[in-house]
């Protein structure tokens, strides 16, 4: 069976997880899910030694496609990074334009409003300090308040066509924006359900690897498959260096 066909089959389980058991990796996925397969094989050998401390065997039988689904789920979860890129790219090339739209719209306003000074000073003006981020919000601030005085604009000669231009192009920013923020409801979705996957996968490793340590207490070589590697020596690293004082 595929991996995306295991990952639906799975699918129900996962999103029933409770909030508590639910979190991101602690590790480089790719580390993990090794570690996960080593697991799998290392338990072979210990059956009869682990189904003595209680160990559902079932648990065991299902690592395989827990770790198909975990790794589909990851490859979602990466192909939604890459959109994040994508996204940043195109938010960037469209900024100048967006900047030219808004002068536009200014250079519009203040000829029609020219002889009315309340329209005029309610215009949402800029300043020369305003960052990208905040070109989005004030360029729908300019539309709104453009289609709010329509009517003055087209006396002008304004063409009608301006203020959608600059609203469409809002939006698309905004849209842009969120997804390279990793903030678009798509990314949040495959964010998630990495994150349950890897936690459904989690569950099984920690309780087999609990049973583990428990039935080879007293046999290090053994006890070690029941451990993570990566763990280990981050931790290791991670450790200050002794201080052995003057000799």
Request: glycine content about 4%; some cysteine; overall charge negative.
């Amino acid at each position: 069976m595929t991996s995306d066909r295991i990952y639906e089959q799975l699918r129900p389980q996962i999103e029933a997880l409770a909030p508590q058991d639910l979190r991101g990796p602690m590790a480089p996925m790719g580390y993990y899910l090794q570690e996960a397969e080593d697991l799998y094989y290392w338990t072979q050998a210990d059956r009869a030694t682990l189904r003595t401390t209680g160990l559902e065997w079932d648990l065991v039988d299902q690592l395989p496609q827990r770790i198909a689904a975990t790794r589909y789920a990851q490859s979602l979860w990466n192909a939604s990074r890459f959109n994040r890129t994508d996204s940043l790219k195109q938010y960037i090339l469209l900024l100048p334009e967006a900047y030219n739209q808004r002068t536009e719209l200014e250079r519009h306003m203040k000829f029609a409003f020219h002889n009315e000074p309340q329209v005029l000073e309610g215009m949402p003006w800029t300043t020369d300090d305003l960052v990208d981020t905040q070109l989005i919000g004030n360029l729908r601030a300019l539309c709104a308040y453009a289609n709010e005085h329509r009517k003055m604009l087209l006396k002008v000669g304004m063409n009608p066509e301006t203020i959608a231009k600059a609203e469409h192009l809002a939006e698309r920013l905004e849209t842009l924006l969120l997804t390279a923020n990793e903030q678009s409801p798509e990314a949040l979705s495959a964010k998630s359900m990495r994150d349950a996957a890897y936690s459904y996968l989690r569950l099984a490793v920690e309780e087999i690897r609990r049973h583990g340590q428990y039935a080879f207490h007293g046999d290090q070589e053994r006890a070690e498959g029941y451990t993570s590697a990566y763990s280990h020596t981050y931790r290791r690293q991670s450790e200050p260096p002794l201080f052995h004082g003057a000799l």
